[in-house]
């Protein structure tokens, strides 16, 4: 099968249904996005983020978006953890966020979304990777 003229279009990746058929069309992304200028955050000083050692993280649960406290996507594009290149993330592990503090930024359709935290809370887990394609409801980080 050939796909014709994705190069033309800013779509990194298309899924639909048909019936009982799934259709996924994706392509690669040649270079990173250039960002917009955001201003950064004041660190926390708290150490970088880490995978944790324990029993949870030993299975990863298919079911993190039903988590109570995850913070779902409410689209696709590229997740970003700092404002600008080299520059600190928006959050750590074990970091207090308040209601309303920009969490990450999504990139779709060469638009900078800051996700905020729906609550206040600690984060407990970072689900996502700088850079990552997300699709619509993958879960991205743990507020408890």
């Known amino acids: ?3 014709h003229g994705l190069e033309e279009i800013d779509v990194l990746q298309l899924r639909g ?6 259709i996924r069309l994706s392509k690669i992304a040649r270079q990173r996005p250039e960002r917009t200028d955001v201003p950064p955050t004041a660190s926390t ?3 970088p983020v880490v995978p944790s050692s324990g029993p949870a993280d030993s299975t990863p649960s298919p079911n993190l978006a039903d988590h109570p406290g995850a913070v779902p996507s409410p689209m696709i594009g590229t997740v970003y953890l700092q404002p600008q290149p080299n520059s600190p993330k928006f959050i750590e592990i074990g970091d207090a966020v308040e209601e309303g503090q920009t969490l990450l930024i999504i990139e779709a ?13 600690t984060i407990r887990r970072i689900l996502v990777e700088d850079g990552s394609i997300v699709e619509y409801g ?6 408890e």
């Open 109 to 121: 359709m060469k638009t900078m979304n800051h996700i905020h935290a729906p609550r206040a809370g």
């Open 1 to 3: 099968m050939e796909a």
């Open 138 to 143: 993958t879960a991205l980080v743990i507020i």
């Open 17 to 22: 249904k048909y019936c009982k058929t799934k």
């Open 45 to 47: 000083g708290l150490a």
